[in-house]
């Protein structure tokens, strides 16, 4: 038996839905560019809790249970200073013009970036035949990469999207060049002539690309990246039919497997028993919720695959929609200044973990259907394109701290405060000294806590302590009642 966390404690869930993973309810699907833009099937999934062992701890007349964490937990680190920050903009698409390629790597170059992260579909850049690009999408790329360039700043190309001729798409998904359809989504038929195409970008580009990264979110349950069955099967060999290719024409250029929505770690494990192992540079990961405690999660997954490649998490952010809606593209609505909180507190957490190589915000401007831009729409400043820039410029600044203040009613005491995003807490009450209680808990979309102590403790003589999980005890705010 668990002690239940309070009812005012909103707990998150990881949204960002992966094969393998226990179907559970089917809420709307995400949206638009990097995420999926047509409805579709989603499984909610819980995000993986740290280790921990469950204790019962007792004490003279006292008792409480306790959820004991296991060894590992690892302390605040120094920061690296050699995280490499960004964000995503709008990449190629049928109707893209120069114009659009100035203006973001223009704004890009405001926030401090030194990575911008784009699509380029390999639908719309080779759309009749192997070999022959399309004009007006090259210009595009050209501009964009150009642009990009001269700012200084490196271009991760995440491709995906098979064009008609290459498709593996049933005969019923009909397909016409030039029109985004479901079976651009299928694999295609002959792994080598993905890795073709991402040896001519290589080629072309060469320097001015940071990374290759191939296809997107290849565990995605909702079919509208990679569809059809044996998934971990087909995303294998496109990856080593990709990389191969890459290598043999640069080798020094820098290719991304995986770009994973699953941090339970389950789809990761099929790959590297389908062989992955040593075919990309990088893993590209996508974690919106939890981040800091997803990529911890995921790591693990590595090490235990005899895998130490970096981490680059080249998705995450947070949707302004507050007060409007509650949640959007399933995950949990906050105000403006919570965004632009959140992203820059990720950015300080980030730069502390060393084997993350890279931290590439999602987006750089809103859309009709999602606000997940630091810019409106119409192209105006939010508050967290000025907090996104201080971030980028300053990534080795700390994060806010963890506040903590303790309440006394006749039901007992409880703990308020609040705490940077993205990370487990723990609480440790005290009485006389001794450890009579200890419990993992979540922040809800505001970053606030509001956590009752078991009332067998009593309502005085006791201390509190409060901390983020991974960085330890050594890190934790204290308060006495």
């Given at each position: 038996?668990?002690?239940?966390?309070?009812?005012?404690?909103?707990?998150?869930t990881c949204s960002q839905i992966q094969v393998g993973d226990t179907p559970q309810r089917v809420p709307a699907a995400r949206s638009g560019g990097s995420r999926p833009s047509a409805p579709g099937s989603l499984y909610l999934v819980g995000m993986p809790r740290p280790r921990m062992a469950v204790k019962l701890a007792l004490a003279a007349s006292v008792g409480a249970l306790a959820l004991m964490p296991a060894s590992g937990a690892t302390a605040g680190a120094t920061p690296s200073g050699t995280l490499l920050g960004g964000i995503n903009v709008d990449g190629l698409g049928?109707?893209?013009?120069?114009?659009?390629?100035?203006?973001?790597?223009a704004a890009a170059r405001q926030l401090h970036a030194r990575l911008v992260r784009i699509e380029l579909p390999w639908a719309v850049m080779e759309p009749d035949r192997r070999g022959q690009q399309n004009a007006r999408a090259l210009a595009f790329t050209d501009r964009l990469v150009a642009d990009a360039r001269a700012a200084g700043i490196g271009v991760i190309a995440m491709v995906r999207s098979t064009p008609c001729w290459a498709t593996s798409a049933p005969p019923h998904d009909r397909c016409t060049p030039g029109r985004d359809s479901p079976a651009n989504a299928w694999p295609p038929r002959d792994p080598a002539d993905l890795g073709t195409f991402m040896a001519f970008l290589a080629t072309r580009y060469g320097s001015a690309l940071a990374a290759l990264e191939v296809w997107n979110e290849p565990d995605q349950a909702n079919q509208l990246y990679l569809?059809?069955?044996?998934?971990?099967?087909?995303?294998?060999?496109?990856?080593?039919a990709a990389y191969t290719a890459v290598k043999a024409a640069d080798p020094s250029m820098t290719v991304l497997g995986g770009s994973l929505v699953g941090a339970n770690?389950?789809?990761?494990?099929?790959?590297?028993?389908?062989?992955?192992?040593?075919?990309y540079d990088g893993l590209a990961?996508?974690?919106?919720?939890?981040?800091?405690?997803?990529?911890?999660a995921i790591r693990e997954v590595q090490l235990a695959n005899g895998d130490s490649k970096p981490l680059w998490l080249d998705e995450f952010g947070w949707s302004s929609c507050w007060p409007g809606m509650r949640v959007q593209q399933e995950q949990a609505c906050v105000t403006p200044a919570v965004q632009a909180?959140?992203?820059?507190?990720?950015?300080?957490?980030?730069?502390?973990?060393?084997?993350?190589?890279?931290a590439v915000v999602f987006k750089l401007a809103d859309s009709h259907d999602e606000n997940f831009g630091v810019l409106t729409q119409r192209r105006r400043h939010k508050p967290s394109f000025s907090a996104l820039a201080s971030a980028l410029a300053h990534p080795g600044s700390p994060p806010s701290r963890v506040t903590l203040r303790l309440t006394r009613s006749r039901r007992g005491v409880t703990a308020l405060g609040s705490a940077p995003v993205g990370d487990f807490m723990e609480l440790e009450a005290y009485r006389a000294g001794a450890l009579r209680y200890?419990?993992?808990?979540?922040?809800d979309r505001f970053n606030r806590f509001s956590l009752a102590v078991p009332s067998v403790l009593g309502t005085s003589g006791l201390q509190v302590v409060v901390f983020q999980y991974g960085q330890g005890s050594s890190h934790a705010i204290r308060a006495s009642i």
């Open positions: 038996m668990i002690i239940p966390i309070t009812t005012n404690t909103t707990i998150a049928y109707n893209s013009n120069l114009g659009e390629a100035d203006s973001s790597i569809a059809g069955h044996e998934k971990v099967q087909h995303y294998a060999a496109m990856l080593r770690g389950a789809f990761l494990r099929a790959l590297y028993a389908a062989g992955i192992k040593g075919y990961v996508h974690f919106y919720t939890l981040t800091v405690a997803a990529l911890r909180l959140d992203i820059a507190n990720t950015i300080h957490a980030l730069a502390r973990m060393p084997y993350v190589a890279a200890r419990a993992i808990f979540l922040l």
